[in-house]
C-alpha cells in the first residue's frame, strides 16, 4: 500500500486518506496493478466494481498515476487495460471515472481506449475544477 500511496500522492491532485486507499485495495484487490521498474514502483492503478443502481455492474476507476519520468512508454494504457480486463472476467457492464477537464494527457488515454465524455461535473475537485464522467461500455 504504501508505494501505491507515494506515487497516487506525487501525481493526483486529489488528497486521499490511508481509508480510501484501504477500501479500495481490500475489497478489490484484483482491480489495483503496480507498474514496476526493478524495485521502483512507476505506475498504479485502483479500481473497484460493483452493482449500480441495483441493475448495472460497474467497474470504477478510481485513480491511476504514471511517474512523470515513465510516461509516454504505454504504461498508463497497460494498466488501464489490466484493470479493464479483470472488470470484464468479473462481469461488468461499464467501466466510468473521472478526470479533470484540464487533463488533456488522461482525456487522450481514455478516450484512445474506447471511453466516451458522459458529463460534466461542475466544480467536482476540491481545488474546485470541473471533472468529465468518462464511461466505457462493455455490453
Known sequence: MPLIMKIIQKDLSEPYSIYTYRYFIHNWPKLCFLAMDSEKCVGAIVCKLDLHRKVVK??????????????????????????????????????????????????????????????????????????????????
Open 58 to 139: 460497474r467497474g470504477y476507476i478510481a485513480m491511476l498515476a504514471v511517474d512523470k519520468d515513465y510516461r509516454k512508454k504505454g504504461i498508463g494504457s497497460t494498466l488501464v487495460k489490466k484493470a479493464i480486463q479483470e472488470m470484464i472476467i468479473g462481469d461488468a457492464d461499464e467501466v466510468v471515472l473521472e478526470t479533470e477537464v484540464t487533463n488533456k494527457p488522461a482525456l487522450q488515454l481514455y478516450e484512445a481506449l474506447g471511453f466516451v465524455r458522459d458529463k460534466r461535473l461542475f466544480r467536482y475537485y476540491l481545488n474546485g475544477v470541473d471533472a468529465l464522467r468518462l464511461k466505457l461500455w462493455l455490453r
